[in-house]
């Protein structure tokens, strides 16, 4: 089965860069979502196919998706992005969803 | 405004089979879209349970195709997810979920409901 591989834990200065890599097999040949979760809340989707924003989203999430690693950035990190963060796939007529990612904001 | 709302029992004995049910408002289920279920237990990852669609067949996870049967309603506009022979480790949020679009796996799951913790004790 496909399997989606994220570091446990991402920590970044407060108006700083944080990036989330997203480790798969050829994930670069998938489409990618990404999806921030914040205590006692459902996953809301930050960054779609790859590198689309939905609307009410801010400008400083984006993503790429290339060979071996999706990666979700967060540009001028804020106190109210620290939530956990989740890649997904579809693959194989199975949806797979990655380890997730705790971010800090310092 | 589509919302989706989890409902059914919070407790479940092991061995037992384990019931909810997602209203849908705001949009028909008849008309499209792919609806489905993602559970996380408690302090862990998100994972995925199955998706359906009024006109496909049902998509199971793999682990768990054996007990999931998923189901539309479209007169009273919800699906239900039946999880039969429980164990503690079914033990989890679940939530309902829409995924847009005209094929399966292609877009996002971009409407959830709040999600319900289900528990598996005696």
């Known amino acids: 089965s496909y399997e989606l591989t994220q570091p446990l834990s991402v920590s970044v200065a407060l108006g700083q860069t944080a990036r989330i890599t997203c480790g798969g097999k050829?994930?670069?040949?998938?489409?990618v979502h990404w999806y921030q979760q914040k205590p006692g809340q459902a996953p809301v989707v930050v960054i779609y196919?790859?590198?689309n924003r939905p609307s009410g989203i801010p400008e400083r999430f984006s993503g790429s998706n290339s060979g071996n690693t999706a990666t979700l950035t967060i540009s001028r990190a804020q106190a109210g992005d620290e939530a956990d963060y989740y890649c997904?796939?579809?693959?194989?007529?199975?949806?797979?969803f990655g380890t997730g990612t705790k971010v800090t904001v310092l | 405004q589509v919302q989706l709302q989890e409902s059914g029992p919070g407790l479940v004995k092991p061995s037992e089979t384990l019931s909810l049910t997602c209203a849908v408002s705001?949009?028909?289920?008849?008309?499209?879209?792919?609806w489905g279920w993602i559970r996380q237990p408690p302090g862990k990852g998100l994972e995925w349970i199955g998706t359906?669609?009024?006109?496909?067949?049902?998509y199971y996870s793999p682990s768990l195709r054996s007990r999931v049967t998923l189901s539309l309603d479209t007169s009273r506009n919800q699906f239900s997810l039946k999880l039969t022979s429980v164990t503690a480790a079914d033990t989890a949020f679940y939530f309902c979920?829409?995924?847009?679009?005209?094929?399966?796996?292609?877009?996002?799951?971009?409407?959830w409901g709040q999600g319900t913790l289900v528990s598996v004790s005696s």
């Open positions: 979920a829409r995924q847009p679009g005209a094929i399966v796996g292609t877009t996002m799951w971009d409407y």
């Open positions: 705001g949009f028909s289920i008849s008309s499209g879209h792919y």
């Open positions: 359906i669609h009024h006109s496909e067949s049902p």
């Open positions: 050829n994930i670069g040949s998938k489409i």
């Open positions: 196919r790859d590198g």
């Open positions: 997904q796939v579809w693959d194989s007529n199975t949806e797979v």
